[in-house]
């Protein structure tokens, strides 16, 4: 079954500076790759989605690029604010499991002011 | 428009008790999820429907059981609760049909002792 692994699973950065969270996925089949953030005591949300048809997808300061060579997806946060401050969790799901999506175990981002 | 809503918010269990954890959505989705999660382990998937009438297991699906009502609810029973189990469960939905991310619910914490 589809194994999805995060990178780093703690960040800090200071305000103003980028951050970025890597993640890799197992199954070649998966072509749905979601990012969550989830602040402290809150449900997850997602944040930004990427479809295996394309390279990258930018939303204002969140941006997130695949490679399906290397079945690796990132989420890149620029001019990272304190409010960034939060888990982010990645995602996989595929046409094969359509229904099965498949978290990562987590990055927490701390943005220090 | 109420999303997702998971009840009870909170739970304390003895061991070997038995509960359910109820979850109906209003957005008229197909697929109903449940996760559990736990400290740096990310969001696991205990069982997930993906219409109404089907059910499936998911990555962790020992020691629970689920029943799809009706389009609306999806509820998870744990039959005799364990400490393990101790954990913040995630109740989601998706539409399968435009292919987006979760709905998720505020969730339910639960302690068995």
């Known amino acids: 079954g589809e194994n999805v692994e995060q990178h780093p699973s703690t960040l800090s950065v200071q305000e103003g500076d980028s951050a970025v969270i890597k993640c890799t996925y197992s199954?070649?089949?998966?072509?749905?790759f979601p990012w969550y953030k989830q602040e402290l005591g809150k449900r997850p949300q997602l944040i930004i989605d990427i479809r295996s048809n394309v390279g990258e997808k930018k939303d204002q300061r969140i941006a997130v690029t695949l490679n399906k060579t290397a079945k690796h997806f990132s989420l890149h946060i620029t001019e990272t604010q304190p409010e960034d401050s939060a888990v982010y969790f990645c995602a996989a799901s595929s046409k094969t499991s359509y229904d099965k999506v498949i978290f990562g175990p987590g990055t927490s981002l701390s943005v220090i002011p | 428009n109420a999303g997702v809503t998971q009840t009870p918010k909170f739970q304390v269990l003895k061991t070997g008790q038995s509960m359910t954890l109820q979850c109906a959505q209003d957005m008229n989705h197909n697929s109903m999820y449940w996760y559990r999660q736990d400290p740096g382990m990310g969001l696991r998937l205990i069982y997930y429907?993906?219409?109404?009438?089907?059910?499936d297991k998911g990555e962790v699906p020992n020691g629970y059981n689920v029943s799809r009502l009706n389009k609306r609810e999806f509820s998870l029973r744990l039959e005799s609760a364990a400490p393990s189990q101790t954990s913040v469960y995630f109740c989601a939905s998706r539409d399968r049909a435009s292919s987006n991310g979760y709905t998720f619910g505020s969730g339910t914490r639960l302690t068995v002792v």
């Open positions: 199954d070649s089949a998966s072509n749905y």
């Open positions: 429907s993906a219409s109404e009438g089907t059910t």
